[in-house]
């Protein structure tokens, strides 16, 4: 469990149907081989390993271990770096991905073991896209989630705590005031929960959804002994993709508009609207 509240990541964990928008397979902690990740320059293709364009490094210390009468393989320490590059034809974007190894056991038979290499990413130079925001996110919100997913892989902490700068560039670009008068008549600056509150009048659905991103980014603003699982962040993710789609995808507005009138009218289809007819222009003669 991490530095944000039970409530967050035990009574609010998303529908099967939320957890499919992100791939969770794909942002475990380690993997025998990596994944297709999605390009976040493209969106749309795949970061695939280049053959033959790994790395691995054993350092002395290590290798000198496997001269002890108990050494075991995962006394092994190594260290790794993997270019990836994306198989769109038209982006064909690289990036490097880093971490350490590990390695695993791996029951082979009933009486036999073996050891699979473990690779555990640390650090990517372009990171892959977590999710994808809907069109007309402006490019400053995609901005603050491009950095939080870079921080997703080394520091799930201060990944969290980027989601209050997502908060903000949101209610910058929706027009919400960044200052109010006092009860002094000074004007001073209002913080993001009052900027929120601001919000509020004009959607306050929207901002409930941004209201709880807030509290997630305040609790991890400050110094704690537990990281943020990384279930937990995607669980986070999942409430920020909603979050936006809630307020820059019109077509779930009118979907929702939708079937409410089809509960209205109790599944029957909406009544032909009868056709004005026309008076026929006279010529003048």
């Known amino acids: 469990m991490g530095a944000m509240d039970n409530d967050i990541s035990e009574n609010t ?7 499919m928008t ?3 397979d794909h942002f475990k ?41 108990a050494w075991d393989p995962d006394w092994i320490s190594e260290d790794f770096a993997v270019i990836l590059e994306c198989q769109n034809p038209d982006c064909a974007k690289g990036s490097v991905v880093s971490g350490t190894t590990s390695q695993q056991y791996v029951q082979l038979t009933a009486t036999e073991l073996d050891y699979e290499l473990m690779l555990h990413p640390s650090n990517f130079t372009i990171a892959p896209l977590i999710f994808k925001a809907p069109n007309g996110t402006p490019d400053t919100v995609i901005y603050e989630l491009d950095r939080a997913f870079h921080l997703f892989w080394s520091d799930t902490t201060a990944a969290a705590n980027k989601i209050r700068n997502v908060v903000e560039a949101v209610l910058t670009q929706q027009k919400v005031k960044r200052t109010t008068l ?9 913080n993001t929960h009052g900027r929120i509150k601001e919000y509020e009048a004009k959607k306050p659905e929207q901002a409930e959804l941004l209201m709880g991103l807030k509290w997630v980014g305040n609790a991890n603003s400050h110094v704690t002994t537990e990281d943020v699982s990384r279930d937990e962040l995607l669980n986070v993710f999942e409430l920020c993709e909603h979050a936006l789609v809630e307020i820059y995808k019109p077509h779930a507005k009118q979907m929702k508009a939708r079937a409410a009138a089809y509960t209205k009218r109790k599944g029957r289809p909406a009544p032909a609207k009868k056709r004005r007819r026309r008076r026929p222009r006279h010529k003048l003669t």
């Open 29 to 69: 902690k380690s993997f025998s081989s990596l994944p297709g990740w999605i390009c976040s320059e493209c969106q749309t293709g795949t970061m695939r390993e280049v053959e033959g364009q790994r790395l691995v490094h054993e350092p002395p210390w290590s290798r000198d271990a496997r001269d002890h009468e």
């Open 182 to 190: 006092s009860k002094k008549n000074r004007r001073v600056r209002l």
């Open 22 to 24: 992100i791939n969770r």
């Open 13 to 19: 964990q998303p529908s099967e149907s939320w957890r």
